[in-house]
């Protein structure tokens, strides 16, 4: 296996010959709790602007590592272009601009010498709409690893389909393509795609919003799992779903303001400012 | 069911004028869509009617009303073999002695000149596809995919010219010479090179169309796993729009297949069975160009003959597009 990269070794590690998720991390002396503070990525004074449009305004925030940060906030807050500014996907938008800084490990993501396809090497995300190739199963989660130029193993995609919890319902099946998938498989399938690259840092954009009950709950069970090995920030318009899966939680109110930022249960049970806790009641929003 | 009751519901009055209007419109865009179909039945049949006077002594008709009509059937005397046509290797139809009728040797011409333009066209107008639709930014596609159709849309008689004047000259003589190569004033080589330019528009926009469908979400999923454009392009973008970009390529090569103004004055008059692209060539419809002009008498082998190449012509382009069609069913890639 050649999954085990530099990258992986600072945060702990796993071993990557245990195909299902270990509780690698866990035992390797510290466990994920103790971790808790340790930052992954920080935004500051994060400004972001389609056009003449500002989408996010003075925006600051740190991400802990091996966590689920949950960001919320009704529609058009600038939920999702936060995600975006991440992982520089917001490169592609010709009008969209960012000022302020994205720090990823202590370095600004938007430096003249970060290019943002390494970053993105490092950063996976899955979308809101399940988006795999019009490809086989084996080759949407080798796709990954072939551009990053990592060695193609049956292993790597046995495994990064077990992490999705995707092996069992496809393992016969992996030349077919995965177009014929479920809604619910295909989005689990994309996971797959994006974690078997080993990235550090796994962005979710609203991934249940397109799918049933059934399916999405199958996702939140996995988004837990994930965040053993990952840091996991995950956009969600389902406060229910936030308050579950997350161990911190953003609320973006409009205007592109990140309002409050703290643990779940306090945003939940207690938070410190009248207009969340109105979204959160559901008298705004 | 009593009928005094009022319940408004009788085709009657307006209702009836509306439904009747319908019909009328209806009958009258069926009238419109007709036209096509129809015009490409007679060009059919006039097709075939002519070239069974090519092959035998009278027309299909002449034939069906003098003989079957009146039922003193007759044999029909064959005047060209099929055997000939379909394989004999010279075709001189208004030689005096000794005329023959190989269309293995228009053919010959036709497919040198497609081959070689599709191997400028497809390569230069996928290539150029991929940057318009991938690597443009919205200006420059804003203000190329316009003039693109302007190419397009240039009389192929400009190109025919373009080649006798400047391609054929200018271009490839001198080029040649350093190979201690020569060409004649016609030749395959400036006509593959016309037709191929004057197709590549064709191949870039409807391309560039169809990658255009491609999902920006594919795109984004590529790009999210840290590709960079080029891998974007060449193994998501390519394969999920290939369904239309082979379509282009099909439509192309049929362009190219039926291209006469062009052709008649690049590659000339002389038919020739030969794979040398610097021979001086006929094709198919150069062939009919030229005879249409000639005083060849109706009724005439070389009159008939040019029907016998205008038939052959119009089921090579039939058998095209019926893959084109193949192609597009097969291959399509169906998003949600």
């Known amino acids: ?285 | 069911m009593s009928t005094d009751t009022d319940h408004g519901l009788e085709i009657t009055g307006d209702v009836a004028d509306d439904q009747r209007r319908d019909r009328r419109i209806r009958r009258f865009l069926f009238g419109c869509t007709s036209i096509t179909v129809l015009t490409t039945i007679a060009i059919f049949a006039v097709l075939f009617d002519n070239t069974w006077g090519f092959f035998f002594d009278a027309t299909f008709s002449q034939w069906v009303r003098t003989s079957v009509l009146n039922l003193g059937v007759e044999g029909l005397t064959q005047r060209v073999s099929f055997i000939e046509f379909f394989t004999d290797t010279e075709w001189r139809p208004s030689h005096a002695d000794d005329p023959r009728y190989g269309i293995p040797t228009l053919l010959a011409g036709t497919l040198l000149i497609t081959v070689g333009a599709a191997f400028l066209a497809i390569p230069v107008g996928t290539a150029g596809a991929l940057y318009l639709s991938e690597y443009a930014s919205v200006r420059t596609r804003k203000y190329l995919k316009p003039t693109l159709e302007i190419l397009a849309g240039v009389p192929t008689i400009v190109y025919g010219f373009f080649a006798v004047s400047f391609v054929t000259p200018v271009l490839l003589r001198p080029l040649l010479e350093i190979f201690g190569l020569s060409i004649g004033r016609n030749n395959a080589l400036s006509a593959m090179v016309v037709v191929g330019v004057m197709t590549i528009p064709m191949v870039m926009s409807i391309s560039e169309d169809a990658m255009n469908a491609v999902p920006d979400e594919l795109r984004n999923g590529a790009y999210a796993l840290g590709a960079s454009k080029y891998s974007v392009s060449m193994n998501v973008v390519l394969p999920a729009s290939i369904s239309g970009v082979f379509a282009s390529y099909i439509l192309a090569v049929s362009r190219a297949i039926g291209e006469t103004m062009a052709v008649t004055l690049a590659a000339g008059a002389t038919a020739n069975f030969t794979g040398n692209p610097l021979a001086e060539v006929q094709t198919m419809t150069a062939y009919m160009v030229t005879s249409a002009r000639s005083t060849a008498l109706v009724g005439s082998i070389t009159y008939q003959s040019l029907f016998a190449v205008g038939l052959a012509l119009f089921l090579i382009t039939l058998v095209a597009n019926l893959v084109n069609d193949y192609v597009k069913r097969r291959y399509r890639e169906v998003y949600q």
């Open chain 1, 1 to 285: 296996m050649t999954m085990a990269t530099n990258e992986t070794e600072e945060t702990g590690g796993r071993n990557d010959s245990e195909p299902l998720i270990s509780t690698e991390v866990t035992s390797s002396e510290t466990g994920r709790g103790s971790r808790a503070d340790e930052t992954v990525l920080e935004t500051r004074n994060l400004d972001v602007y389609y056009g003449d449009e500002q989408a996010l305004q003075d925006v600051s925030a740190e991400i802990p590592e091996h966590k689920v940060t949950a960001i919320i906030g009704p529609s058009g807050c600038g939920k999702s272009t936060f995600l975006r500014s991440i992982n520089r996907m917001n490169d592609q938008i010709d009008v969209a601009r960012a000022d302020g800084e994205v720090l990823f490990h202590e370095k600004n993501v938007y430096d003249e010498d970060v290019d943002p396809v390494a970053l993105r090497r490092k950063i996976g995300q899955v979308f809101q709409k399940p988006n795999p190739f019009p490809k086989s199963i084996r080759d949407n989660v080798a796709y990954g690893l072939k551009i990053q130029g990592k060695e193609v193993t049956d292993e790597a995609i046995e495994r990064a389909l077990k992490q999705a919890a995707l092996y069992e319902e496809v393992k016969d099946k992996l030349n077919s393509s995965g177009l014929d998938l479920s809604g619910g498989q295909q989005q689990r399938l994309c996971i797959a795609r994006a974690i078997a690259p080993d990235p550090e840092v796994l962005l979710m954009d609203e991934p249940t919003s397109a799918l049933d009950p059934v399916a999405a709950s199958k996702i939140e069970d996995l988004i837990s799992e994930l965040a053993r090995e990952y840091t996991v920030v995950i956009v969600t318009h389902n406060m229910q779903q936030a308050a579950r899966i997350s161990d911190k939680t953003a609320v973006f109110l409009t205007g592109g303001k990140l309002v409050e930022f703290g643990n779940t249960n306090k945003i939940f049970e207690n938070p410190d400012h009248q207009e969340v806790e109105d979204y959160i009641t559901g008298k705004f929003g």
